[in-house]
């Protein structure tokens, strides 16, 4: 068995990530967006996201990395922004879209850096947020669920790259970690 137990089902995603489409068109009003994806796992999020917008919307990729292969973040966050990007977030309507709030490192890593590049706003949406502490605290604008503490895998998610196929959220089961 490679996942313990679903936690959030392809259906539940659908119908959350519609709505999360919803408020998102409504809160910006007809304004333009450039969405910031962060790399690999909030792709399929952000597919399905952007899709359902509304408003007009832009959206660059941006590799980052925090675990590198485990279950648990090493601290240092890597990020990958070329110089063209800083011009394009300059005056703009900046929407970091991600995978899961976790220890918060990796987003205020990148709310940080895009914060001195000059947007005209920045807001944050995020799938899922842990419950736990987080070691460095970030407003979500716009969440998907909450989840308790535990090492999901689908979605987008990975564990050592694997897993990101599936099409619901579960966690993953002790004995696959390595
Ligand atoms: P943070 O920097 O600790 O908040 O971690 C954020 C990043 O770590 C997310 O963008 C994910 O890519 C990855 N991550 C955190 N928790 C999990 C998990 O439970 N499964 C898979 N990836 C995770
Ligand atoms: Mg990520």
Do not use: W
């Amino acid at each position: 068995m490679i996942y313990d137990r679903i936690l959030i089902t392809a259906e539940q995603l659908d119908a959350r990530i519609t709505a999360l489409a919803q408020h998102i068109s409504a809160a910006y009003n007809g304004d333009s967006i450039l969405a910031m994806v962060l790399l690999e796992g909030a792709k399929p999020f952000a597919r399905q996201l952007l899709s359902r917008l509304t408003i007009p919307a832009a959206a660059e990729y941006l590799k980052v990395s925090s675990y590198h292969g485990g279950t648990k973040s090493t601290g240092d966050v890597i990020l990958n922004f070329p110089i063209e990007l800083n011009n394009k977030i300059r005056g703009n309507n900046i929407l970091i879209i991600d995978d899961i709030y976790d220890t918060g490192l990796t987003l205020a890593s990148t709310v940080d850096h895009v914060r001195q590049c000059e947007p005209k706003a920045i807001k944050t949406c995020v799938l899922l947020e842990k419950q736990i502490l987080h070691h460095r605290f970030v407003p979500i604008d716009f969440l998907g669920f909450q989840i308790e503490d535990t090492f999901v895998i689908g979605f987008g998610m990975d564990y050592r790259n694997q897993y990101r196929n599936l099409p619901f959220i579960a966690s993953l089961h002790p004995d696959r970690i390595a």
